[in-house]
């Protein structure tokens, strides 16, 4: 056999014994910038702590009887909440999956979420990684606050799409287009007055801490996250501290 022929027949073979899948539209899942042979159908996934994460998973063509969808995070199964939807159209079944995380965590950093498909002996899958960013806030002085967004936990290398939708979350956080974001060894920082951090809606809602602050004596000068490290170089508040609140540390 002529090794062209050969070579387009293996070809051939080896994408009808791969069920074609995908994601679904997400503009948190990114491409990997440099894309290694092998890792073809993995993402990244942006996520900031606190927030909720909705994935849906395609299977573009498969035949019946169709088999299940499997979800997996750090390769244990996990049962999503949804039956898979079914649509048929010139003999051809086009599956689709969804799965819920909520309130994602920083130790969540790092892991994968995987969506597989098998029917018989062909088979596929589809694969996020978590870019999971923790938020910290401290004192910056004027009665203002800087609030930093840093990936949690691995030292990946840099990733361009990455830090194009983290600066695109932050910015839609914030609520201001043309807000300067400071970046600095993989960190993402903004100054904001006390007074807006506490007007922020969005923030709170992943950060629900903030809310500790109830009295007028939770000040810029005494409030800490539970989850924050207090330095110890910071200088004692002298406004008295309710129960309810805590303290941020010096920047």
């Known amino acids: 056999m002529d090794i062209q022929i050969f070579l387009f027949v293996m070809l051939a073979l080896t994408t009808v014994m791969t069920e074609q899948m995908d994601w679904g539209d997400n503009p948190d899942l990114v491409e990997e910038a440099n894309i290694i042979e ?23 063509s498969t035949s019946e009887p169709v088999s299940d969808i499997t979800w997996k995070i750090d390769g244990k199964e996990v049962k999503p909440e949804e039956k898979p939807t079914l649509s048929y159209a010139y003999g051809e079944v086009f599956m689709q999956s969804y799965f819920k995380m909520s309130s994602i965590s920083r130790d969540r950093d790092g892991s994968t979420v995987s969506c597989n498909y098998a029917r018989g002996q062909y088979g596929g899958s589809v694969r996020a990684v978590l870019a999971v960013f923790k938020v910290e806030i401290c004192q910056a002085g004027d009665g203002k606050v ?29 609520d201001q287009g043309e807000i300067q974001i400071i970046t600095e060894n993989k960190e ?9 951090l506490k ?51 010096q920047c």
């Open 188 to 196: 993402y920082s903004v100054t904001v007055p006390y007074r807006k």
């Open 38 to 60: 092998g890792r073809e159908n993995y993402k990244i996934m942006v996520v900031i702590e606190g927030e909720n994460i909705d994935l849906e998973c395609q299977v573009l």
């Open 199 to 249: 007007q922020n809606k969005k923030l709170i809602d992943l950060q629900p801490w903030l809310n500790q602050a109830k009295t007028d004596a939770c000040t810029t000068t005494n409030i800490t996250p539970a989850n924050v490290t207090i330095d110890s170089r910071s200088p004692t508040s002298r406004v008295p501290r309710p129960a309810d609140c805590q303290k941020f540390y």
């Open 146 to 174: 800087r609030i930093t967004f840093m990936e949690a936990g691995r030292k990946s290398p840099r990733e361009t799409f990455v830090e194009d939708r983290i600066r695109a979350k932050i910015r839609n956080i914030m």
